[in-house]
């Protein structure tokens, strides 16, 4: 029989509740859990953005306020939701996030687990430098179910994503599954890791590693 998980890891909304508000106490009109449950909401819906969570707040207004109940039937402004959002603490939120997708998502033995990392528009600090910094999401994306499973910020000049992914194998804590990557994760340091957690790989392979590319190209 299989081990049932608790119920609170089941309730995105009562996890959210353990986030510390950064806001003051004349500040907190709005539940932090409900803002971060609604954004959730809408980007579920594909209203990605913030100005577009706005649209789904209107188009959903009396669903929401039946929901959740909010003092005096006023829920955020999409203004209110991008202040949260921008200084919540990211690491915390993610944690969080896991524990949520994590008792959600049962990973069978060879189930594909696709690790990739996208550059996060509009947060290039130094865009007419050859040397931009600007921040990455790598996220874990469990291919036959199509969700998120987990996912990590990198800040270039800070963190690189090779690091980011060996701590995000290491914490899903998954055994048997298949880690797909592309070739910039093509290192040794990264398949020991990947190994040591008792999983499996298959990585592309470019000029990065070159004895094994040209190896690779005459097979």
């Not at 959903?60 to 209110?80: A, C, M, V, W």
């Not at 189930?111 to 996220?139: M, R, Y």
């Not at 190994?195 to 004895?211: A, D, E, L, R, T």
């Amino acid at each position: 029989m299989q081990k049932q998980k608790p119920a609170k890891q089941n309730n995105l909304f009562k996890l959210l509740s353990d986030l510390d508000d950064f806001r003051r106490g004349q500040g907190r009109m709005h539940s932090l859990p409900m803002v971060l449950l609604i954004f959730v909401m809408a980007s579920m819906s594909g209203f990605n953005g913030f100005r577009p969570t706005g649209d789904f707040i209107e188009k959903h207004r009396q669903e929401l306020i039946r929901l959740f109940k909010p003092k005096n039937n006023r829920l955020p402004s999409f203004q209110t939701i991008a202040r949260i959002l921008e200084n919540i603490d990211f690491d915390k939120l993610t944690d969080i996030f896991h524990q949520w997708a994590s008792a959600r998502i049962a990973i069978k033995k060879f189930e594909w687990c696709s690790l990739d990392g996208k550059a996060i528009g509009g947060t290039v600090k130094n865009p007419h430098s050859h040397h931009q910094q600007f921040t990455s999401l790598v996220s874990v994306f469990v291919s036959k179910q199509k969700q998120v499973l987990a996912t990590g910020k990198v800040e270039l000049g800070k963190k690189s994503e090779i690091e980011t992914v060996k701590q995000l194998i290491e914490m899903l804590d998954l055994k048997g599954a298949v880690f797909s990557l592309d070739a910039l994760h093509c290192q040794k340091d990264t398949v020991k890791t990947i190994v040591k957690s008792k999983n499996h790989y298959v990585i592309g392979v470019k000029g990065n590693q070159k004895k094994l590319y040209n190896r690779v190209k005459k097979t």
